[in-house]
């Protein structure tokens, strides 16, 4: 009976050893309660800065647009001034030849 007794304590005591290594691996230790959530809200916070960046991203995008499109609008009116006083030149040469 003390026999019996003493293998239910070994039983137990492996049992319970099991549970442990297998609650917490040795080849790491177990981590702090909140390293978790400090490296979620890191991440969260890097998500954040991200988001910033990206809508200043398109911010700096539709400005540029837009005066990329101002700009070209202009080109437009000089190359069309340019063309009609080329157009005066040469209706006021002709005028002089005659």
Do not use: G
């Not at 070994?10 to 050893?17: D, G, M, N």
């Not at 647009?65 to 209706?91: D, F, G, P």
Request: aromatic share 6%.
């Amino acid at each position: 009976m003390d026999k019996n007794q003493a293998k239910q304590q070994v039983i137990c005591q492996l049992l319970e050893k099991v549970t442990q290594d297998f609650m917490q691996p040795h080849n790491r230790p177990p981590a702090p309660p909140d390293a978790a959530d400090r490296d979620f809200l890191s991440q969260q916070e890097k998500m954040e800065h991200l988001k910033d960046d990206m809508e200043a991203y398109r911010t700096q995008n539709r400005f540029l647009n837009s005066e990329i499109h101002q700009v070209t609008k202009l080109w437009r009116r000089v190359a069309e001034r340019q063309k009609a006083l080329l157009m005066k030149l040469y209706n006021l040469r002709n005028q002089n030849k005659e």
